[in-house]
Nanobody, 126 residues
Framework: QVQLVESGGGLVQAGGSLRLSCAAS????????MAWFRQAPGKEREFVAA???????YYADSAKGRFTISRDNTKNTVFLLMDSLKAEDTAVYSC????????????????????WGQGTQVTVSS
């Protein structure tokens, strides 16, 4: 059974930084993919960033240049470092995982990930 546990959310002022962590247990495949999505109140869930086992990364346009996704394969943990945060980054951030390569390169699609964490709240005050 795969379990994902996020941490690191909180309240930060605009322009500040936060680092989210997602610890995965039970994810033993050597070709897994892990990603971050977010959902703001009244809005649909949206892709933020993803990383493959080999280190290739993918970013939403809103995250490029400000967010960095990384992973520690020895600990099955993925991180999301968020810099220059804006009020519009306020959302619940959720970690997602897939124990295999994502078909057709759809790393941006929530449907590509069968496992999800419960999410962590990020609030950016302006």
């Amino acid at each position: 059974q795969v379990q994902l546990v996020e941490s690191g959310g909180g309240l930060v002022q605009a322009g500040g930084s936060l680092r989210l962590s997602c610890a995965a247990s039970g994810l033993t495949s050597s070709q897994n993919a892990m990603a971050w999505f977010r959902q703001a109140p009244g809005k649909e869930r949206e892709f933020v960033a993803a990383t493959r086992w080999g280190g290739t990364t993918y970013y939403a346009d809103s995250a490029k240049g400000r967010f960095t996704i990384s992973r520690d394969n020895t600990k099955n943990t993925v991180f999301l470092l968020m810099d220059s945060l804006k009020a519009e980054d306020t959302a619940v951030y959720s970690c997602a995982a897939r124990p295999s390569l994502v078909p057709n390169g759809s790393y941006w699609s929530a449907q590509s990930y069968p496992y999800w964490g419960q999410g962590t709240q990020v609030t950016v005050s302006s």
